[in-house]
């Protein structure tokens, strides 16, 4: 049985998975510059691509995903609801355990497994409801 005290507060939440998104990026920024590709970020639009077409917060691309972590991605943002509002828990689960295992898969490159992991673990992170 889950009691209040055990659920985290959800202003605490926010703080935690921007604490972690932040230095999530920083250390994507590290990484993707070994690889010569930046995150790509759009102030107008208020988005931040980490990967493929829809891998960041904001993206809802019309174009196809390019591999299997940006179907992911896809998944997420299909079950997410409009922009700013919370997605459902299940739909975080999802995209963490999709991610996770991109990660895992031996066949996949290096790069594209570490940008997995990143996204896996920035998914339970975020708030959800």
Request: proline content about 9%; some cysteine.
């Amino acid at each position: 049985m889950t009691t209040d005290v055990d659920r985290p507060n959800t202003r605490t939440h926010r703080l935690l998975a921007s604490v972690v998104l932040a230095a999530s990026v920083s250390g994507l920024f590290a990484a993707s510059t070994r690889a010569q590709e930046l995150p790509f970020i759009d102030a107008k639009r208020g988005t931040l691509l980490i990967h493929g077409n829809y891998c960041g917060p904001g993206n809802r691309s019309p174009r196809p995903p390019i591999d299997a972590l940006d179907v992911a991605c896809m998944h997420h943002d299909a079950c997410s609801p409009p922009r700013g509002q919370i997605p459902t828990c299940a739909c975080n689960d999802r995209l963490h355990r999709e991610a996770e295992a991109v990660s895992l898969d031996p066949n996949q490159p290096e790069s594209l497994r570490d940008t997995a992991g990143f996204v896996a673990d920035t998914a339970i992170a975020l708030p959800c409801r």
